[in-house]
Structures are given as C-alpha cells and as structure tokens.
C-alpha cells in the first residue's frame, strides 16, 4: 500500500522529536548540574554561617560559667567584674542578673536595662542554660539572650546582638535575590541578611533552599535564593550548552535525511517500496489458438506503474529483482495480485491458462512448491490452469533437481514451459531432460520467417522433437499474418504476438476474453431465433 500523507506526518513528527532528545536531554542535565552546584554552594554557605552563630554562642556560655562564681548580685564589685566581662567579650553586648522569673534586675551599666520583650526560653543541650529572643520595644534590633541558672545565686543573663549571630551585612552573597536567615527552633526569625529582610515571606516555589539545623544549639540557618538569580548566574553556561544542543540536532537532522535521501535515490530501495507499494502490476498477453483464433490462455508479464502513471518495462527492472534477490517477493506479489484482478474471469473458463516467467533461482530449492500451493489453492485460478515458463536463456543452478521439482509441480496438474527456446545454452538435450510441457520458440527464429535469414531446419527440428516428446508449441512474437500462416502450415497450434494483441492491462484482457466466449453463444442464440 502506498504511504498516506498521514503517516508521512508522523515520520515528520516521530522525526522531530527524536531530533528535540539531545536538546532536552542537555537542558535537563544543564539544569540537574546548575542546581547541584547552586545547591553546594548554599550549603557551604549556611555551614559557615552556623558556625559563626554557634562559636559565638560558646563564647557568650563560656563567659557566662566564668563568670557565675565571681558575680554575686548587683552589688559594686559584681557590677565591675561584669562591666569588664562585657567589653571583653566580643559577641556580649549586655551582661545583666536576673530573677526568678526571668526579668533583669541590674545589667553592666548598672540599670535595668532597656524595656524588651522577651520570647519563650528555650533549654539548650547543656541544660544550666536557656536561650531567648529578645525584641528592643523602641527599636527595630533584637537580640539572642542567653540564660544561666545558678544553685544559689540569681541566674545570669548575656545579651548576644543578633547582628553579631550572622555574617556581615557588607558581604555580596546575601544580596539581590539570595538571602540567609538565623532561626530559633519555634520558627523566630533572630537575624536575617539582607537585613530588614526578616519580615518578608518567601515564594519557595520560586527559590532554592537549603535549611541547616544546628545540633548543639535550638537554631538552624536557611540560605535561600531566587531562581531568577540562579538563571542570571548561569546564562553563559546555559547559552553555550543550549547552542551545542541545537548544533547536534541540526546536525542529526541533517544526517537523518541524508540518510533518507540517498535512501530515495537508491533504485534498490525504490524497487522494494514499489513492490510494498503495489506498483509492481501484471499486464496480460493472450496466447492464440491460431486454426480457430480464440484465446487460449494469458502470459502475465510484469509492468512497473509508477505513482505519476508512467510505465516502467521489465528489461529496467527484471535484472536488479534478479541481482537483489527481490524476484521472490516480485514474483509473489504479481501471482496474488493476478488472482484478484483476474480470477473472477478464469473462475468459470477452465481452459483458459495463465503463464508466469519464473527466475532460475526458483529451481534452487522446492520452496515454490509451497508458495504456490498456498497462493492458489482456494483461489478463482486453480492449480490446473498454471502454467510455469522457465527461460532457456540463464542456465539452471542444478538440473537433476530442477527436473525433480517440474515433476512435482506437474502433479499439481500445473504445466511449465520452457521459455526462449532456442537462444539458449541448454539446446535439445536440456528440453529433453527436464521432461517440460510446452516450448516457447524465441521470437528470433519467428522474425526470420521468410527472410533471407530463415532457415526452415531450426523450427522444423524444434517441431519434430515436440511432436516425439509429446510437447505443446507455442511461438512467441509473432507479428505478421505471413508468420501466421507458415506456422498453421507447419501445425504449430499456438502464437503470441503483436498480431493478436500485446501485454494488456487487466480491464482490456478481461473485457477480450468476455466479448470473446459471449461470442461462442451468441450463434447458437442465432440458430435457436432462425428456428
Ligand atoms: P518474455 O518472457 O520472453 O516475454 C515476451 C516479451 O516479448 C514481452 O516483453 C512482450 O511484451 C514482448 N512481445 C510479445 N509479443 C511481441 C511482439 O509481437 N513483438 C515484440 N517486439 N515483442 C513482443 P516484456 O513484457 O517487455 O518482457 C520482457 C522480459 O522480461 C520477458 O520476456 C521476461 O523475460 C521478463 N519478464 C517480464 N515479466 C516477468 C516476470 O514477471 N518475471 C520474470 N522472471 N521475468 C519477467
Ligand atoms: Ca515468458
Ligand atoms: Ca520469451
């Protein structure tokens, strides 16, 4: 069957998207890559940043025990010893005594400190201390405060500025969409860069993350950024990877339907599609009985019809299907293609035969026997209308097998011919060996027919031996009615040829064949009206 424009569509297509693999596959491993190394990066960032919050904290805890025996309560020399505690102590901004339940009861400077709320205090693993977070009431900073319990004195409490807990605002990393945040274990934002930063809710549909908790400490860090950023980052990367992919598939593509159009231009290739395609059609030539002048039988012989309607004749393609192996298929598709077109018309007129040329490969091996019985049994031509022609000009690969074969296909009650009979290497012995029904004499020896080239002994010798042998004649080409005559005289029976008719298509042959046997009736209607 021909290929319909749809499934051309969907090589096209089918084409296309195997083509689109390399781009999508470098865009996924472009982006897998950007996002592993991004990730790295964030990750690297955040163990940094909660090391610095928790080497602070241990400094501030360390002060603190230090200072738990030394300070008492908010007398002088206590206040003198936490004054000078604070200023050396880089992360401490405030060392203050406590009460029991929390609030400050005097600080390094002496005083109450400033008005703050103070957060839930969470315990920390070394269970003396508590951490909380501190809110300024007139101003905008906070403050980590860490908590010690003492046996039998007031607890002690160090105020850490929550810009001392993170890095630098000056540093870059934490600007234009990436952003680090310190949090306490109930979700309290402590410190966040870019700062003011710790109010504003995060699209994390729109960033990447990642959260790193402490295990010592009830904090964690979150460094986030946008993917806008990650997407500027890499541009260049991106744009050198999409370019490479783009290039491969261009390339691809063109290879691919190189590939096709040599393929196209390939008259091998071509030749099997016209067979898949049904191009390979069978045209009829009638064979005469040339005392009454009615048809006898047809020789199927092979036209190559070509999409656009041009006729291909066999001598362009008969010799590639034979090189190529391609004959078989070839000589399949036009017997199964001769029972649809013309069966209908051979179904009720058993005398009439239909020939087919075979390729000495067919006598290789017995397989044709097979294929024939499958082709034809229960079909409108039956096995005993068959006739096999089989050329002289191509020497058979093995003639003992070959004799065997016709043998088993006479069985059949098929009939085999041989074909231009006289040109070839085989001569009289080879007819004789392979025991054939009928011979073809070549239209060589016809067109010499009352020329100067005629030589009577040839055909005579050809006749004399099918007359022993008890062989059907036929004779091939014949064009002229003087032809005609002399083969009559001779008793040749049988004739093809222009004179009659060439190669038909199957309409024309059938509408012959029909006018014909209509014909046949049509005097006994004329009797039965006179009478
Ligand atoms: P062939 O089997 O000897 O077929 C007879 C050729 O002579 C045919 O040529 C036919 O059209 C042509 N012919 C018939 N009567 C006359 C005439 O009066 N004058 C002239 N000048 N020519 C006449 P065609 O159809 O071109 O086939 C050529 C050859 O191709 C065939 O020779 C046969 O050997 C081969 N062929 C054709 N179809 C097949 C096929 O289906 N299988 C195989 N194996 N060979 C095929
Ligand atoms: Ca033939
Ligand atoms: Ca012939």
Same mark, same amino acid.
């Given at each position: 069957?021909?290929?319909?424009?749809?499934?051309?569509?969907?090589?096209?297509l089918g084409g296309a998207a195997v083509a689109c693999v390399p781009i999508l596959l470098v865009e996924l491993s472009l982006n897998g890559y950007v996002e592993r190394n991004a990730r790295a990066k964030l990750e690297s960032q955040a163990r940094s940043a909660l090391g610095l919050a928790e080497i602070r904290l241990e400094s501030a805890m360390a002060t603190l025990v230090d200072l738990s025996s030394v300070v008492g309560g908010c007398d002088q020399r206590s206040l003198e010893i936490m004054r000078r505690a604070t200023s050396a102590s880089t992360?401490?901004?405030?060392?203050?005594?406590?009460?029991?339940?929390?609030?400050?009861?005097?600080?390094?400077?002496?005083?109450?400190?400033?008005?703050?709320?103070?957060?839930?205090?969470?315990?920390?693993?070394?269970?003396?201390?508590?951490?909380?977070?501190?809110?300024?009431?007139?101003?905008?900073d906070r403050a980590l405060r860490l908590r010690l319990d003492r046996k039998n004195a007031k607890p002690l409490g160090a105020l850490i500025p929550a810009d001392f807990l993170v890095p630098d605002t000056i540093d870059d990393d934490f600007q234009n969409g990436r952003s680090l945040r310190l949090v306490l274990d109930n979700s309290e934002?402590?410190?966040?860069?870019?700062?003011?930063?710790?109010?504003?809710?995060?699209?994390?549909?729109?960033?990447?993350?990642?959260?790193?908790?402490s295990d010592r400490f009830p904090i964690a860090v979150v460094v986030e950024r946008t993917r806008a950023t990650l997407t500027e980052e890499y541009r260049d990367l991106m744009t050198v990877g999409r370019v490479g992919s783009t290039?491969?598939?261009?390339?691809?593509f063109a290879f691919v339907s190189l590939y096709f159009r040599r393929n196209r231009s390939d008259p091998l290739v071509q030749f099997r599609e016209a067979i898949e395609n049904g191009e390979i059609v069978p045209f009829f030539q009638p064979t005469i009985d040339i005392s009454s002048g009615r048809i006898v039988g047809a020789e199927v012989l092979a036209r190559w019809r070509r999409p656009d309607g041009t006729m291909v004749s066999p001598a362009n393609f008969i010799p590639l299907a034979e090189r190529s192996g391609l004959i078989y298929p070839m000589t399949r598709a036009l017997m199964k293609r001769a029972c649809v077109e013309v069966g209908a018309a051979h179904v009720n007129r058993p005398q009439i035969n239909i020939a087919f040329n075979?390729?000495?490969?067919?006598?290789?091996?017995?397989?044709?026997?097979?294929?024939? =019985?499958?082709?034809?049994?229960?079909?409108? #031509?039956?096995?005993?209308? @068959?006739?096999?022609?089989? *050329? %002289?000009?191509?020497?058979?690969?093995?003639?003992?097998?070959?004799?065997?074969?016709?043998?088993?296909?006479?069985?059949?009650?098929?009939?085999?011919?041989?074909?231009?009979?006289?040109?070839?290497?085989?001569?009289?012995?080879?007819?004789? =060996?392979?025991?054939?029904?009928?011979?073809? #004499?070549?239209?060589?020896? @016809?067109?010499?027919?009352? *020329? %100067?080239r005629h030589s009577q002994t040839i055909i005579e010798t050809l006749l004399e031996l099918a007359r022993t042998m008890n062989m059907e004649v036929i004779a091939e080409g014949v064009e002229s009615f003087d032809q005609v005559e002399y083969l009559r005289r001779k008793g040749v029976h049988q004739a093809q040829g222009y004179v009659f008719a060439p190669p038909l298509p199957a309409a024309s042959y059938i509408a012959l064949i029909e006018a014909m046997y209509a014909a046949k009736v049509a005097p006994a209607e004329q009797t039965a009206t006179a009478a």
């Open positions: 069957m021909r290929k319909s424009k749809a499934w051309w569509a969907g090589v096209v992360p401490i901004k405030e060392i203050a005594v406590l009460d029991e339940s929390g609030l400050t009861t005097c600080t390094n400077f002496g005083d109450g400190g400033e008005p703050r709320a103070v957060s839930r205090e969470l315990p920390l693993a070394d269970r003396r201390f508590e951490v909380s977070l501190i809110r300024f009431r007139d101003r905008n934002i402590v410190a966040a860069r870019p700062i003011g930063d710790e109010g504003l809710s995060i699209d994390h549909t729109r960033t990447l993350g990642v959260h790193l908790k290039l491969i598939t261009i390339l691809i075979l390729y000495a490969g067919h006598f290789a091996n017995d397989s044709i026997i097979e294929e024939l =019985k499958a082709i034809f049994t229960n079909s409108q #031509i039956s096995l005993s209308q @068959i006739v096999l022609e089989v *050329t %002289e000009r191509e020497p058979l690969p093995d003639l003992d097998l070959a004799r065997n074969i016709i043998e088993r296909l006479q069985k059949l009650g098929i009939r085999v011919a041989i074909d231009d009979v006289g040109t070839g290497h085989g001569g009289l012995s080879y007819l004789m =060996k392979l025991g054939v029904d009928t011979i073809k #004499i070549d239209k060589l020896f @016809i067109d010499a027919i009352n *020329t %100067e």
